[in-house]
């Protein structure tokens, strides 16, 4: 049995809220709502969906203040970066309702002698989001929009931690009258979420989460024959060539890193460093780091803000001590904060990672930089590849044609070139290997779960 959805300030270690676990009667009753909705939906106009998806951004570009800082409170963002968050969403509401109605037309195909037939993009029923604390606001909408506009009903199973941003989102999906049924956020126990897997109206699992948790429900989907996208881990390689701008690098890498206070998949995790750069990025990225003032998320001055739970902080300590312990050579030092009250980790930089470290192939969540250095780019590629992950990653160099080249060397599902990872509507955000299947964002998130059904003529 599951213990109640608590949301813990990581700033001031209060619990701020605290709701029950579902009862079977509200499991029940969301299910059954949400099956009206999807065939009730069934055929009518996509674009009235859109004016709805419309409607939820204006209103979330209306409570802007109250939902960065419920993000906030509950996960330690800094207020800041919890606003981004929020505009991400109006941007992904945005996107979908001006460009998806098109997406969803009728594409046609030829076959035989010249005989006709379309592919049609239905929808296919529920779909189980189960999404992680790190982007509490903007990781539902990216399941939620193209969904809601493909005629399928999102039940959301959120993490705990958040779970006042769960709450604050189902409010805005009634008053932007999304429709009963279309939208429902339960507090789920996880054998909850067994049991909705294993219901014959629920027919798509969206995950993101870690690689354990993401295997996991995948088996348990599969078992059901409900079909699964994983968005999990990422250890992303960071190349910086050595004709690079390396004063740009340096700033972008410790930006990107730091963001979220470490806590993003597509953070640069590993940064790789051609030889003849290698200490003048090291240089640059200790002075980028001396900078950082620690403190309230909500104090707009702070730049660095705590980690989003006790586990959170525990864990990255153990990590820490146990890539020291095996070899790792520590460059800049940090560590948990003693003297601070919230859970606040300052950065530390590894370097000499080598493969037999236990925490060589392992993601740090939160503000660690791993600093490789290779003697030429075929090193560089092959250590950037040597991961259990795939998610995506960042290659630097003045040379566009050439850092191009090296993009598609590495075994991931998206590469950036001069700019760090980031989430853009308008591309498909996803990876292979354990950072998951299945893709969100873009047209292909839109398809993910649709049923693509062919009407031959
Ligand atoms: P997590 O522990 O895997 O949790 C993710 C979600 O799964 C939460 O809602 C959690 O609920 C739920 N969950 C955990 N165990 C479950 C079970 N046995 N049955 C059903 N649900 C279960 O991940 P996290 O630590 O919160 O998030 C960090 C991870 O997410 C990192 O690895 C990060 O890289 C990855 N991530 C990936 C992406 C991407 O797009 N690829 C984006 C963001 C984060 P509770 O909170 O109730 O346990």
Redesign the pocket.
């Given at each position: 049995m599951?213990m109640a959805?608590t949301v813990t300030n990581p700033y001031t270690k209060e619990v701020i809220a605290s709701y029950e676990v579902a009862s079977q009667a509200e499991v029940d009753q969301a299910l059954q709502r949400a099956q009206a909705y999807y065939l009730a939906t069934k055929g009518q106009p996509v674009e009235k969906r859109a004016q709805k998806l419309l409607k939820l951004a204006d209103l979330m570009e209306e409570r802007k203040e109250q939902l960065a800082k419920t993000a906030s409170l509950s996960m330690g963002k800094l207020i800041g970066q919890a606003r981004s968050e929020v505009d991400l969403c109006l941007e992904i509401l945005r996107y979908y309702a001006a460009r998806g109605p098109q997406m969803l037309r009728a594409k046609p195909y030829l076959y035989g002698a010249r005989q006709e037939a379309f592919l049609h993009y239905e929808a296919s029923g529920i779909v189980l989001a189960?999404?992680?604390?790190?982007?509490p606001h903007s990781?539902v909408i990216r399941v939620l929009a193209p969904n809601y506009l493909l005629g399928n009903p999102v039940i959301l199973?959120?993490?705990?931690?958040v779970a006042t941003c769960a709450q604050a989102l189902e409010e805005l999906a009634v008053e932007a009258d999304l429709g009963t049924g279309a939208f429902k956020n339960l507090f789920?126990s996880?054998q909850q979420?067994?049991n909705l897997l294993a219901d014959r109206r629920v027919s798509g699992l969206a995950?993101?989460?870690?690689?354990?948790?993401?295997k996991?429900?995948a088996g348990k989907a599969a078992a059901n024959l409900v079909k699964s996208s994983l968005?999990?881990?990422?250890n992303d390689a960071f190349l910086v060539l050595a004709d690079a701008d390396v004063k740009k690098a340096a700033h972008d890498a410790a930006r990107a890193r730091l963001r979220n206070s470490g806590?993003?998949?597509?953070a640069p995790k590993r940064l790789i460093l051609a030889k003849e750069i290698a200490t003048e990025f090291c240089d640059l990225l200790k002075k980028e780091l001396a900078q950082l003032k620690l403190g309230n998320p909500l104090d707009e001055a702070t730049t660095l803000a705590p980690l989003a739970s006790e586990v959170?902080l525990t864990n990255l300590t153990k990590q820490v001590t146990a890539a020291c312990e095996n070899g790792a050579q520590v460059l800049v030092e940090g560590g948990p904060v003693a003297e601070m009250a919230g859970y606040f980790f300052k950065p530390v930089v590894l370097r000499g990672l080598t493969p037999d470290n236990p925490m060589y192939d392992q993601?740090f969540?939160g503000p660690v930089f791993q600093i490789y250095q290779a003697q030429d780019e075929a090193e560089m590629v092959t250590i950037a590849n040597e991961s259990q992950y795939g998610?995506a990653g960042a290659v630097y160099s003045q040379d566009k044609v050439h850092a191009d080249e090296l993009a598609q060397k590495l075994s991931t599902g998206q590469v950036f070139i001069n700019q760090p990872a980031t989430s853009h509507p308008e591309l498909p955000?996803?990876?292979v290997k354990n950072?998951?299947y299945g893709r969100?964002l873009s047209d292909l998130g839109l398809y993910e779960f649709a049923n693509c059904k062919i009407i031959a003529w």
């Amino acid at each position: 049995m599951m213990m109640a959805y608590t949301v813990t300030n990581p700033y001031t270690k209060e619990v701020i809220a605290s709701y029950e676990v579902a009862s079977q009667a509200e499991v029940d009753q969301a299910l059954q709502r949400a099956q009206a909705y999807y065939l009730a939906t069934k055929g009518q106009p996509v674009e009235k969906r859109a004016q709805k998806l419309l409607k939820l951004a204006d209103l979330m570009e209306e409570r802007k203040e109250q939902l960065a800082k419920t993000a906030s409170l509950s996960m330690g963002k800094l207020i800041g970066q919890a606003r981004s968050e929020v505009d991400l969403c109006l941007e992904i509401l945005r996107y979908y309702a001006a460009r998806g109605p098109q997406m969803l037309r009728a594409k046609p195909y030829l076959y035989g002698a010249r005989q006709e037939a379309f592919l049609h993009y239905e929808a296919s029923g529920i779909v189980l989001a189960v999404e992680p604390w790190n982007f509490p606001h903007s990781q539902v909408i990216r399941v939620l929009a193209p969904n809601y506009l493909l005629g399928n009903p999102v039940i959301l199973k959120h993490a705990g931690q958040v779970a006042t941003c769960a709450q604050a989102l189902e409010e805005l999906a009634v008053e932007a009258d999304l429709g009963t049924g279309a939208f429902k956020n339960l507090f789920l126990s996880y054998q909850q979420v067994d049991n909705l897997l294993a219901d014959r109206r629920v027919s798509g699992l969206a995950v993101t989460g870690s690689s354990q948790v993401g295997k996991m429900l995948a088996g348990k989907a599969a078992a059901n024959l409900v079909k699964s996208s994983l968005e999990l881990g990422g250890n992303d390689a960071f190349l910086v060539l050595a004709d690079a701008d390396v004063k740009k690098a340096a700033h972008d890498a410790a930006r990107a890193r730091l963001r979220n206070s470490g806590q993003v998949c597509t953070a640069p995790k590993r940064l790789i460093l051609a030889k003849e750069i290698a200490t003048e990025f090291c240089d640059l990225l200790k002075k980028e780091l001396a900078q950082l003032k620690l403190g309230n998320p909500l104090d707009e001055a702070t730049t660095l803000a705590p980690l989003a739970s006790e586990v959170a902080l525990t864990n990255l300590t153990k990590q820490v001590t146990a890539a020291c312990e095996n070899g790792a050579q520590v460059l800049v030092e940090g560590g948990p904060v003693a003297e601070m009250a919230g859970y606040f980790f300052k950065p530390v930089v590894l370097r000499g990672l080598t493969p037999d470290n236990p925490m060589y192939d392992q993601e740090f969540f939160g503000p660690v930089f791993q600093i490789y250095q290779a003697q030429d780019e075929a090193e560089m590629v092959t250590i950037a590849n040597e991961s259990q992950y795939g998610l995506a990653g960042a290659v630097y160099s003045q040379d566009k044609v050439h850092a191009d080249e090296l993009a598609q060397k590495l075994s991931t599902g998206q590469v950036f070139i001069n700019q760090p990872a980031t989430s853009h509507p308008e591309l498909p955000f996803g990876g292979v290997k354990n950072s998951g299947y299945g893709r969100e964002l873009s047209d292909l998130g839109l398809y993910e779960f649709a049923n693509c059904k062919i009407i031959a003529w």
